[in-house]
């Protein structure tokens, strides 16, 4: 049996009840099996991917709390330290009633390779907690979070483990954890990022996922011989991630003209104005139906159907498994030339696999959006160095990063002889950086 297959037999029987972590595993050395098998011997004499595939360490604990009406709640909590070879670990913390061990264990595992490919000193982790802050009041989210880092404390810090917001975590749960921590250790250091701009926060990390987007799609497109310029966009989503991204769209001279939400979708033949959007979803916090009160050149769909847009370019960024196999036909149908993932998995394996046999540039959002985790690694350098930088200069580092991320995985698609697939580069781009580091380190 080959020494990816071991792996997969080994991942599966070690860790139970887990599919999730097990689909993330199959899937990432599924695209790594030609660089494995050309290092076999060294790998497996190391033990290699038997490390890469196991936490560092993995922390479960119960987080007890009272409710508005004194009854004490109790919730699980985890902090998976995946993969500490590059720098410290690195990434969100989940807030959701869906959390549990594979889930983290699979983000954390992901969070790796994408954290490698940014190019900067952040290994891979992930935490959260089945809590939902949905209908919460903010009394009650605070006593949730402080008694979270009362135990969680113990390990994390600036230099060891810098958690971060992720779904049901924002500026006030980052804020209150932030706080806590502060209070318990006696010590301001930037432990957490995403934190607010008037006590370490960085400029720029709001926009950072969606510009970051547009500034990697850019480049694909230019290394591709094509200009984004005058090229029709279609987004989905309307929250973080597509909001910036619509916004970036624009200021490229390319014409977004979708966005979508939980309920239905916008089609507007004059492009997407931005400040409507923002004041529809962040200021009323309203469905996309005031968008089209406000436009009425502007169509509202019920229900999904972005991906039936005649467009060139694709950017999802809404959620999850948001773009099918119906929704990749349509696309080339279409003409779509490129698709560039904006949220985490919106695209399923068939679907992504059907676009790159019809010739549709596919990045997938381990790199396509590390463009937020990238921002915040420079959050974590001006905190140590007491400094903020200019909305301008973390801008142009943010640029410089997603450029030098699509090179890195085109680079390594060409050398491994599959060139212009860059679900595989990132892949293997990623794990090289992650694996030398670990061999160089020794049996740890
Ligand atoms: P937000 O919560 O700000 O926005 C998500 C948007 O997607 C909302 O408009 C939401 O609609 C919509 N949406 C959610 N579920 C569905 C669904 N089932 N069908 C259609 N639309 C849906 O999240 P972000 O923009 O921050 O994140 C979007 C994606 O990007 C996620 O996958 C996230 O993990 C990923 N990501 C985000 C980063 C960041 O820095 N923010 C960094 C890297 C990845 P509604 O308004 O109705 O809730």
Same mark, same amino acid.
């Given at each position: 049996?080959?020494? #990816? ?66 009854? #004490? ?34 983000? !954390? ?9 940014? @190019? &900067?000193?952040?290994? @891979? ?38 958690? !971060? ?137 019920? @229900? ?9 370019? !694709? ?15 349509? &696309? ?24 790159? !046999? ?6 997938? @959002? ?10 915040? $690694? ?33 680079? $390594? ?32």
């Amino acid at each position: 049996m080959s020494y #990816v297959d071991e792996i997969f037999a080994r991942v599966k029987a070690q860790n139970p009840g887990e599919p999730e972590f097990h689909q993330a595993v199959e899937e990432v050395l599924e695209s790594l099996r030609v660089v494995i098998e050309r290092n076999e011997e060294v790998y497996r004499r190391e033990a290699l991917l038997e490390r890469l595939t196991t936490p560092e360490r993995s922390v479960l604990f119960r987080v007890p709390w009272v409710d508005d009406k004194g009854q #004490v709640q109790v919730n699980n909590a985890y902090r998976v330290q995946f993969n500490g070879a590059i720098g410290p670990y690195k990434g969100g913390m989940r807030f959701h009633p869906s959390v549990n061990l594979s889930i983290m264990k699979f983000l !954390a595992f992901e969070q790796t390779f994408k954290n490698s490919l940014t @190019g &900067l000193p952040i290994g @891979g982790g992930k935490g959260g907690s089945d809590f939902n802050p949905k209908g919460k009041s903010d009394r009650e989210v605070m006593a949730f979070c402080q008694s979270l880092i009362t135990e969680l404390y113990k390990y994390i810090g600036a230099d060891t483990d810098v958690p !971060a917001g992720d779904i049901g975590v924002g500026a006030r749960e980052v804020g209150y954890m932030f706080g806590q921590y502060k209070r318990i250790q006696g010590v301001y250091e930037g432990v957490f990022t995403g934190k607010g701009l008037t006590y370490g926060g960085s400029k720029a990390r709001t926009e950072a996922t969606g510009y970051g987007l547009l500034y990697l799609t850019r480049e694909m497109l230019k290394c591709n011989g094509i200009d984004i310029a005058g090229k029709t966009v279609a987004v989905s989503g309307a929250g973080n991630v597509a909001t910036y991204a619509i916004q970036k769209a624009w200021q490229m001279g390319a014409k977004p003209v979708t966005c979508s939400d939980s309920n239905g979708w916008i089609y507007d033949p004059d492009g997407i104005d931005v400040d409507t959007l923002i004041e529809v979803k962040q200021v009323k916090r309203a469905r996309l139906t005031e968008y089209a009160k406000a436009r009425p050149n502007s169509v509202y769909h019920e @229900g999904k159907g972005v991906w039936t847009t005649k467009c060139d370019v !694709a950017l999802p960024c809404a959620t999850q498994n948001e773009l099918l196999i119906d929704d990749a036909k349509a &696309l080339v149908a279409n003409g779509c030339i490129a698709v560039c993932e904006g949220a985490n998995m919106p695209t399923s394996l068939d679907a992504t696999k059907y676009l790159q !046999a019809n010739g549709v540039l596919f990045c997938p @959002g381990k790199a396509a959006n590390a463009g937020g985790v990238a921002t915040s $690694a420079l959050e974590m350098s001006q905190n140590s160095e007491r400094l903020s930088w200019s909305f301008e200069e973390v801008d142009a580092k943010l640029q410089g990063i997603m450029v030098n991320i699509f090179h890195s995985l085109d680079d $390594a698609a060409k050398e491994y002889g599959m060139e212009g697939n860059y679900v595989a580069g990132a892949n293997i781009a990623g794990f090289l950086k992650v694996a030398n580091a670990m061999l160089a380190q020794g049996v740890v």
